[in-house]
């Protein structure tokens, strides 16, 4: 089935939320994830089903920025 | 308050954008930005609100320069190692415009100290390097009504927002509560591009300067990205979240707390 992930079109196999995370090598506590243009919460990453058509947007931590970071 | 001939020489690139003109050169002069953080973002983007006549500007950092800072924290040089970060720029800032008011706070924010200090700024742009602070200064900004910028910086990645409470989502709209402790790499241990903060603390600049001027659109509900290695800009569109815990509609956070387990910089600062 065909997905939008980070603005482009990706074609995967039916996955949960957590599993697709997984498959591309991120760790689900290093970002938000945005389904459809809402922030879905941490809790539901295993048992949200991707479904044709979803808009994905993976958004990492990106903490640093003064000196120590 | 009429600008001066020196200030009509000094500012006159600015002066002849219809966006800015002598008016708008006047409200950045009466602009009050408090910068904290003086480090990778801090370092352009005090010394580009120094260039665009920011009237007041304050830079809050309990750093000291080191030799490891100089690959990309460009507001300080050599012989300022050792020197008080806060100290070293307002050296820098004051030489490129000596009519600016620099007010530096020697400390690392937090929830105590915070509220006061954003109480006397216009805009406040967030330039720390830790989780703590990152949220720290969006539930302060939040809870006081103060527009702010975010930016954050890590290897060859970086990401600004800007946030209007009441007008547009927060950070927390985006990411809830902070990564747990150590999952997330500090730019000490994984590295970061030393061009990556002139980057984003630009950016963050320029949308200090915009909120001042009243002119343009700001980064509100869009999460600019940017990867330096792909050379690609990409803008993650965001709502405003009913179940934010500080902006939602039930909010669980109404006063301010250091984020313990995201690394209580006080504790080092003091």
């Known amino acids: 089935m065909n997905i939008t992930t980070n603005g482009e079109a990706v074609s995967i196999d039916p996955l949960t939320v957590q599993q697709y995370l997984v498959s591309l090598g991120i760790d689900p506590r290093r970002v938000a994830v945005e389904l459809n243009l809402d922030i879905l919460p941490k809790a539901q990453y295993e048992t949200t089903l991707l479904k044709e058509g979803d808009a994905l947007e993976i958004v990492h931590f990106v903490g640093g920025g003064a000196g120590r970071g | ?270």
């Open chain 2, 1 to 270: 308050m009429k600008l001066t001939e020196e200030q009509i020489n000094r500012y006159s690139r600015h002066i002849l954008l219809k966006e800015v003109g002598g008016k708008g050169q006047l409200k950045l002069i009466n602009g009050r930005v408090l910068v904290i953080g003086a480090g990778g973002l801090g370092s352009p983007i005090a010394l580009y609100l120094a260039a665009a006549g920011i009237g007041t500007i304050g830079i809050a950092d309990a750093d000291r320069v080191d030799l490891s800072n100089l690959q990309r924290q460009i507001i300080h040089s050599t012989p300022d190692v050792g020197k008080a970060k806060v100290l070293s720029a307002k050296e820098k800032m004051l030489a490129i415009n000596p009519e600016l008011n620099v007010v530096t706070y020697e400390t690392w924010v937090c929830a105590e100290n915070i509220q006061s200090m954003i109480a006397d700024y216009d805009f406040v742009i967030d330039g720390t390097d830790n989780f703590a602070a990152k949220f720290l200064i969006n539930d302060a900004c939040v809870l006081g009504r103060k527009p702010y910028s975010h930016g954050g910086i890590l290897q060859f990645d970086g990401q600004t927002f800007t946030v209007s409470p009441g007008e547009s989502p927060c950070y927390r709209c985006i990411f809830p509560e902070p990564p747990p402790k150590d999952v997330i790499p500090t730019c000490s241990r994984a590295g970061v591009i030393g061009v990556l903060p002139g980057i984003i603390g630009t950016l963050q600049a320029t949308e200090a300067i915009k909120f001042l001027l009243g002119t343009g659109d700001l980064l509100h509900g869009r999460l600019l990205t940017y990867n330096a290695l792909r050379m690609r800009f990409r803008e993650v569109p965001i709502r405003k979240s009913p179940k934010c815990p500080i902006c939602g509609d039930n909010p669980t956070i109404t006063e301010l707390k250091d984020e313990l387990d995201a690394l209580t910089v006080c504790d080092l600062g003091h």
